[in-house]
């Protein structure tokens, strides 16, 4: 695996253009949850999205710095709400630091705090990210 990573600025495009391809092939969303005991909120996110927390070894994911970690399947709901949000909406909610999952592979990992992603080469042409 190869991975490219890209600095983002404020609304930028890059996010759009790789979320949208993304989507296309993830099979899972991924979030980092911000705070150590989210309760209710976070019990009624993972419902409406059908979530659940996992654990996945911290070497497998960009960044898994956080108490818990949540997986939603892909969905058109969830599809929906990633694209209405720019990149830095992320940052300080109840979750954070999207990530798509494809066959239990990361292609697409993000720190929003830092404003940083990266994508798996394998699965995105990075000359078409504009």
């Known amino acids: 695996m190869s991975h490219q990573l890209i600095e983002l600025k404020e609304q930028d495009q890059r996010w759009c253009s790789l979320l949208k391809k993304g989507l296309h092939l993830a099979e899972e969303i991924e979030f980092n949850v911000l705070y150590s005991y989210p309760g209710k909120e976070l019990n009624i996110f993972l419902e ?3 979530g659940r927390l996992i654990t996945p070894s911290k070497e497998e994911r960009f960044y898994f710095d956080h108490k818990r970690r949540i997986s939603i399947p892909k969905s058109e709901k ?3 709400l990633m694209l209405s949000k720019h990149f830095e909406d992320w940052n300080g909610s109840l979750v954070e630091d999207p990530a798509l ?4 592979l990361e292609i697409i ?3 929003t705090h830092h404003m940083l992603c990266q994508f798996d080469d394998q699965f995105f042409d990075s000359a078409n990210l504009s």
């Open 101 to 104: 999952i494809y066959n239990g």
């Open 109 to 111: 990992g993000s720190i």
């Open 48 to 50: 409406e999205f059908n």
């Open 78 to 80: 969830i599809s929906d």
